[in-house]
């Protein structure tokens, strides 16, 4: 994938040369027309072509904004309530994520689920042990946000790499 991405520039260079002008949007469209190269190339080279992989990236990237703006808008709500009526608890979720980045990455996202922290992560990593705010809507809303997470967590770190 890195050599892709050094061959694409290296064609935007090239094209930059070739069109006798030097500023960005000559290489913007060099860039382009190596991306429709490398496309067209994609069967000659051992991993798949890479802006699957940035496309999988962008999507967990806007899934992680989301959340974190949903979170912000429900902890800022739970905090200007006159009378704080929450009921706190911890609970386990299972998952099939492999490997500690995989982990990693779901357990700092599902910190931005409203409410929630996890607490813990079992040795052979397949639960979580999460500390909820509120029980009845953080741990449904948890569930929920895990299943969105897994799914664009493995296409970052599986499909692609």
């Known amino acids: 994938m890195p050599f892709q991405i050094l061959v694409n520039i290296f064609i935007a260079f090239l094209w930059m040369f070739?069109?006798?002008?030097?500023?960005f949007l000559?290489?913007?469209?060099?860039?382009?027309?190596g991306l429709i190269i490398l496309f067209f190339m994609r069967r000659f080279f051992q991993k798949p072509f890479y802006i699957?992989?940035?496309?999988a990236a962008l999507k967990l990237l806007f899934v992680f904004t989301r959340e974190l703006i949903s979170s912000a808008i429900v902890v800022i709500g739970q905090i200007l309530r006159p009378k704080i009526n929450i009921t706190p608890g911890i609970f386990r979720i299972d998952t099939d994520l492999e490997g500690d980045v995989e982990i990693t990455l779901l357990s700092l996202l599902i910190c931005?689920?409203?409410?929630?922290v996890v607490m813990e992560v079992t040795p052979d990593g397949k639960s979580l042990y999460v500390h909820a705010?509120?029980?009845?809507?953080?741990?449904?809303?948890?569930?929920?946000?895990?299943i969105i997470f897994e799914r664009a967590i493995k296409d970052v770190t599986r499909k692609y790499v």
């Open 26 to 33: 000559s290489f913007l469209s060099g860039y382009f027309v």
């Open 18 to 23: 070739f069109q006798d002008e030097w500023n």
């Open 112 to 116: 931005l689920t409203p409410g929630s």
């Open 52 to 55: 699957f992989f940035v496309w």
């Open 133 to 146: 705010m509120d029980i009845p809507d953080s741990k449904e809303s948890v569930l929920k946000s895990q």
